[in-house]
């Protein structure tokens, strides 16, 4: 058994299954969301959340909501590079498809077609993960130029004219409406898998864990890989703070409370 198995549930071990070595729990299910993933999942949907009512709470909690955008590109960091070295259901490759491959998928899932099934994302929610680190990726780069016209400005505020800063705040309050819908669309599938197709996801999502039945031999991942996600941690502090300090520094006597 390896470390990061370990964390994700103390029963688990190692099966030796022919060519692959598979992680199996004590009611044979296997390991498919690793730690790191699932964590980055919960705090992301929690600090979009939080990003929302601290944006709308009033004037004086508008200083966490800039606290929290920064944190938010520490997070969308990690998750970028995770998907590239992260476990095998976490890289991007395992989950992003052709438009074909969507299309089969799609058929199958209105009953037109064969039903395919995935051990990880699937091809249509794999696009709506892309979509998703996208729309917020955007509400952080405008965050960093918007003003609220009193106080609170993103710390590249100063970098741009007037106009620029009140066009970027403005695609910044229209963006959030996209990650609503965004949201909402997201939740809705989940719900549409559990109602209808009676495949319950989020249980996954919260331990890693699938029935060994949804996840072939060879397909469940061996460990969630804590290490290399404390180097990647490490990796992501240092472009918040290279981003941080690259922005222009103003004295308080320069602000423009226009
Ligand atoms: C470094 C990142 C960010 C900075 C510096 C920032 C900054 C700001 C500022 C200055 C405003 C006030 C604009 C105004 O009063 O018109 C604002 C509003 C808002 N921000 Fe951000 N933001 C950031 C990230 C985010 C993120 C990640 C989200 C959500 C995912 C978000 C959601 C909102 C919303 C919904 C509003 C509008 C609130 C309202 O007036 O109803 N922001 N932000
Ligand atoms: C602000 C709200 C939310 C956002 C922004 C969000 C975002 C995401 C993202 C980005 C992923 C992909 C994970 C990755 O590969 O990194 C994902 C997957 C998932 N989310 Fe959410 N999520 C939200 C709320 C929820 C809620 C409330 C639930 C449960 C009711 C949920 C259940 C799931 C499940 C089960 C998956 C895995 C889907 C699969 O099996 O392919 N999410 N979500």
């Not at 004590?26 to 993933?37: E, F, H, I, M, T």
């Not at 939740?187 to 996801?201: E, M, S, T, W």
């Not at 469940?220 to 300090?245: D, F, P, Q, T």
Request: glycine residues 8%.
């Amino acid at each position: 058994m390896r470390a990061g198995a370990a964390l994700d549930a103390p029963r688990a071990a190692s099966v030796d299954a022919g060519a692959t070595t598979v992680v199996v729990d004590a009611s044979g299910k296997r390991l498919v969301w690793d730690l790191p993933l699932r964590a980055f999942h919960w705090l992301f949907a929690a600090s979009i959340l939080a990003s929302w009512a601290t944006a709308t709470a009033g004037f004086n909690w508008m200083q966490w909501h800039i606290r929290l955008g920064k944190w938010m590109i520490g997070l969308l960091s990690f998750r970028v590079i995770w998907g590239f070295v992260g476990p095998r259901h976490a890289r991007f490759t395992s989950f992003l498809s052709g438009p074909r491959t969507m299309w089969r998928y799609a058929k199958g899932l209105t009953g037109r077609g064969e039903p395919v099934h995935t051990v990880g994302h699937n091809p249509l929610g794999g696009v709506m993960v892309i979509i998703m680190l996208l729309l917020v990726a955007f509400q952080v780069s405008t965050g960093l130029f918007a003003t609220d016209d009193i106080a609170w400005q993103g710390p590249y505020y100063p970098a741009v004219s007037s106009a620029t800063a009140h066009y970027l705040t403005r695609l910044h309050h229209l963006n959030f409406n996209l990650i609503w819908a965004a949201i909402a669309l997201h939740v809705g599938a989940i719900a549409y898998y559990d109602f209808i197709k009676r495949q319950h996801l989020v249980p996954a999502m919260v331990t890693g864990w699938k029935p060994a039945e949804a996840v072939p031999e060879g397909q469940a991942i061996k460990s969630s890989e804590l290490v290399k996600a404390l180097i990647v941690m490490v990796v992501c502090v240092g472009i918040v703070y290279a981003v941080l300090s690259g922005a222009p520094h103003v004295s308080p006597t320069s602000l423009n409370f226009d």
